[in-house]
C-alpha cells in the first residue's frame, strides 16, 4: 500500500509542478530571460507559492498513508490526574462528520510538522539586471 501512495503522490506532485511553471511561463508577455530581476523574481515567488501548495499535499498524502487525515487547531491542553485532555478545532467538513461518528472510540493523533519535508527557498534565482562588473570566464588562461 506505501508503494501505491508513494506512486500516487508522486504523480500528483509532477502534474502540479508541470501545472505550476505551465500557468505562470505561459502569461509571460515576453521570454523569461528578457524580463527585468524584480519580474523574474515575481513569477519565481507566484510559482514557488504553487510548488509549495502543492508539496504540502502531496506530503500531506504520504504521511497519511491511507488514513483519514483531520487538518485541526489545537486550542487547549489539561493535564490532570486522570490523564490529559485536548480541545481541537476543526472545520465543517465530511472528515470532520466521519471523527464525529468516532466519539468514544479510540482514535490515533498524529503531531507531524510538514515543514521537515519542504524547503528550496534559494533554489532559483532571478538574473541580476546588471552584469557582473568582472566575469572571471573571460580571463585568459
Given at each position: 500500500?506505501?508503494?501505491?501512495?508513494?506512486s500516487t503522490a508522486h504523480q500528483f506532485l509532477i502534474g502540479e509542478v508541470i501545472a505550476a511553471a505551465?500557468?505562470?511561463?505561459?502569461?509571460?508577455?515576453?521570454?523569461?530571460?528578457?524580463?527585468?530581476?524584480?519580474?523574474?523574481?515575481?513569477?519565481?515567488?507566484?510559482?514557488?507559492?504553487?510548488?509549495?501548495?502543492?508539496?504540502?499535499?502531496?506530503?500531506?498524502?504520504?504521511?497519511?498513508?491511507?488514513?483519514?487525515?483531520?487538518?485541526?487547531?489545537?486550542?487547549?491542553?489539561?493535564?490532570?490526574?486522570?490523564?490529559?485532555?485536548?480541545?481541537?478545532?476543526?472545520?465543517?467538513?465530511?472528515?470532520?462528520?466521519?471523527?464525529?461518528?468516532?466519539?468514544?472510540?479510540?482514535?490515533?493523533?498524529?503531531?507531524?510538522?510538514?515543514?521537515?519535508?519542504?524547503?528550496?527557498?534559494?533554489?532559483?534565482?532571478?538574473?541580476?539586471?546588471?552584469?557582473?562588473?568582472?566575469?572571471?570566464?573571460?580571463?585568459?588562461?
Amino acid at each position: 500500500m506505501q508503494n501505491d501512495i508513494r506512486s500516487t503522490a508522486h504523480q500528483f506532485l509532477i502534474g502540479e509542478v508541470i501545472a505550476a511553471a505551465a500557468r505562470h511561463f505561459q502569461t509571460l508577455g515576453k521570454p523569461f530571460k528578457n524580463l527585468r530581476q524584480a519580474e523574474q523574481e515575481e513569477v519565481l515567488r507566484d510559482m514557488r507559492d504553487d510548488v509549495e501548495t502543492a508539496t504540502r499535499a502531496a506530503v500531506e498524502l504520504i504521511a497519511a498513508d491511507g488514513r483519514h487525515v483531520y487538518r485541526a487547531h489545537c486550542k487547549k491542553v489539561n493535564f490532570g490526574e486522570d490523564g490529559v485532555s485536548a480541545t481541537i478545532e476543526l472545520a465543517n467538513t465530511p472528515e470532520a462528520h466521519d471523527l464525529a461518528d468516532r466519539a468514544g472510540q479510540t482514535v490515533l493523533v498524529i503531531n507531524e510538522d510538514g515543514r521537515r519535508y519542504l524547503g528550496g527557498d534559494d533554489v532559483i534565482e532571478a538574473e541580476k539586471d546588471e552584469p557582473r562588473l568582472f566575469d572571471s570566464s573571460a580571463d585568459p588562461a
